[in-house]
C-alpha cells in the first residue's frame, strides 16, 4: 500500500529536506507537477486555493489525483488557504489528502476557534485527513509585487511560544509560520528568510513546518529553511510566470491552432521551474 501524506512528510522531516507544493489552476499545470514529479522519483502535493478549485471543480482536481493514486503514483492533493471552515468541509468531503484553515488575518482566538472546529470534523471524517493551520500574516495572492504587502514586517513573524499555543490547543498536523516569507513575488527578493525562527518555531511545535511563498526566495536560503525544520514548500508565482510565457510562446510561434501544441509550451516551460524546486527540495 501506498504511504500516506503523514508518512512522507515524517519521512522528509527526518531526512531534512521537504516536499514540495505546487500550484494548479487546470489541467496542464497539474500534467506539469506530475510528470516532473515522476520523472524525478519523488512524491508531489498539487495545491489548489479556492480560487483555483472554483475554476477547476472541486471534484474534477479529486478525480484527477485519484488517478495518479491508481496508477501507485505518490500524488496527493491539498486544499490551500481556505478562508472559511465551511469550504474546508466542503474539501474533507471530498477527500482531499489535506485542507489549510487560514485565520491567520484573524485574532488569535478566532483562528484557534476556526482551527479547531476544522481538525474536529476532518478528523471524525477520516484520520488521515491532514490539517494546517497558520499564524503570522504573510500577505495573500500569488502575484509580482514591487514592495512587500501591506501589514507584513519582521513585527507580524510568528512568535515561537505563540506558536506552540497555537499546535497544542488546536491540534493541527502541520504548521505555518510567517518567517519573512511572502506570497507572491517580490521582485528585489527581499525580504530574508529567518532561519534562526524557523528552528526556534520546529523546536517548540513538534509538528512539521509548511513554508508558503517560497517563490523568489533563492536556492540557497530555501536549502537552509529546509535544514531548520521545513518539510514542505509551497511555489506558486514562479509556475504562473513560467506557465504564461510559455503559452505566450507557443502561440506566437506558428499559425498552430490545437490547443495541445501550444499549450505544450506552457506545460514545458512549468516543467522546468517544477523540476529544478523538486530538486532542491529533495537534494537530488
Ligand atoms: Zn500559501
Do not use: W
Amino acid at each position: 500500500m501506498m504511504k500516506s501524506l503523514l508518512e512522507y512528510i515524517k519521512e522528509a522531516e527526518e531526512k531534512k529536506i521537504a516536499i514540495g507544493h505546487f500550484n494548479v489552476s487546470d489541467s496542464e499545470g497539474f500534467k506539469a507537477v506530475v510528470e516532473s514529479a515522476k520523472e524525478l522519483g519523488v512524491p508531489v502535493i498539487i495545491g489548489v486555493s479556492e480560487n483555483e478549485r472554483s475554476f477547476l471543480g472541486v471534484a474534477e482536481i479529486r478525480a484527477l489525483v485519484q488517478v495518479e493514486k491508481e496508477k501507485g503514483q505518490p500524488v496527493f492533493l491539498n486544499a490551500d488557504h481556505t478562508y472559511s471552515v465551511e469550504a474546508s468541509k466542503e474539501a474533507i468531503n471530498n477527500n482531499f489528502d489535506s485542507v489549510i484553515i487560514d485565520g491567520a488575518e484573524k485574532p488569535f482566538f478566532e483562528n484557534e476557534m476556526m482551527t479547531i472546529e476544522v481538525v474536529k470534523y476532518a478528523k471524525e471524517k477520516n484520520p488521515n485527513i491532514l490539517v494546517e493551520g497558520e499564524l503570522g500574516f504573510i500577505g495573500s495572492g500569488s502575484t509580482l509585487r514591487d514592495e512587500i504587502p501591506d501589514g507584513v514586517s519582521p513585527a507580524t513573524q510568528t512568535h515561537p511560544e505563540d506558536a506552540q499555543k497555537f499546535v497544542e490547543e488546536t491540534m493541527v498536523d502541520l504548521f505555518a509560520p510567517s518567517v519573512g516569507n511572502v506570497h507572491g513575488l517580490i521582485r528585489t527578493g527581499e525580504p530574508k528568510l529567518n532561519i534562526p525562527l524557523i528552528k526556534k518555531i520546529h523546536k517548540a511545535v513538534g509538528v512539521p513546518l509548511v513554508l508558503h511563498g517560497a517563490s523568489g526566495n533563492t536556492d540557497e536560503e530555501v536549502r537552509k529553511a529546509i535544514e531548520a525544520g521545513i518539510s514542505v514548500v509551497h511555489i506558486n508565482t514562479e509556475l504562473r510566470l513560467a506557465y504564461k510565457k510559455g503559452i505566450e510562446k507557443g502561440i506566437m510561434s506558428s499559425d498552430e491552432i490545437a490547443p495541445y501544441k501550444f499549450m505544450a509550451e506552457g506545460v514545458e516551460e512549468m516543467k522546468k521551474i517544477v523540476r529544478a524546486k523538486l530538486k532542491v527540495f529533495n537534494r537530488i
